[in-house]
Nanobody, 122 residues
Framework: QVQLVESGGGLVQPGGSLRLSCAAS????????MGWYRQAPGKQRELVAR???????NYVDSVKGRFTISRDNAKNTVFLQMNSLKSEDTAVYYC????????????????WGQGTQVTVSS
């Protein structure tokens, strides 16, 4: 069993910053890519940023230069530093990871966190 638990969401004024964290726990053998997605009301879930196990990153164009994804492989944790936040960043943010477990070591499965609300408003 694997769990992804997010933290760090909340209410922030435009121009402010937040840092999201997501810790994976359970019968983990290895973690490949980790990432953050978001879903705003009435919109489809979209990729925000992803990071490989080796540290290669990619971002959606709308957050480039403002958001930074990073990870601590020793702690199975991924972070999203969000600066210069805008009202259009308001959404539920979901953590995602490709994980193989000790019970199924040859298969990477897709796991999701429960989501954390980020609201950017004055």
């Amino acid at each position: 069993q694997v769990q992804l638990v997010e933290s760090g969401g909340g209410l922030v004024q435009p121009g402010g910053s937040l840092r999201l964290s997501c810790a994976a726990s359970g019968s983990i053998l290895s973690i490949n890519d980790m990432g953050w997605y978001r879903q705003a009301p009435g919109k489809q879930r979209e990729l925000v940023a992803r990071i490989s196990s080796g540290g290669r990153t990619n971002y959606v164009d709308s957050v480039k230069g403002r958001f930074t994804i990073s990870r601590d492989n020793a702690k199975n944790t991924v972070f999203l530093q969000m600066n210069s936040l805008k009202s259009e960043d308001t959404a539920v943010y979901y953590c995602n990871a490709d994980i193989s477990t000790t019970s199924d070591p040859w298969r990477l499965r897709d796991y999701w966190g429960q989501g954390t609300q980020v609201t950017v408003s004055s």
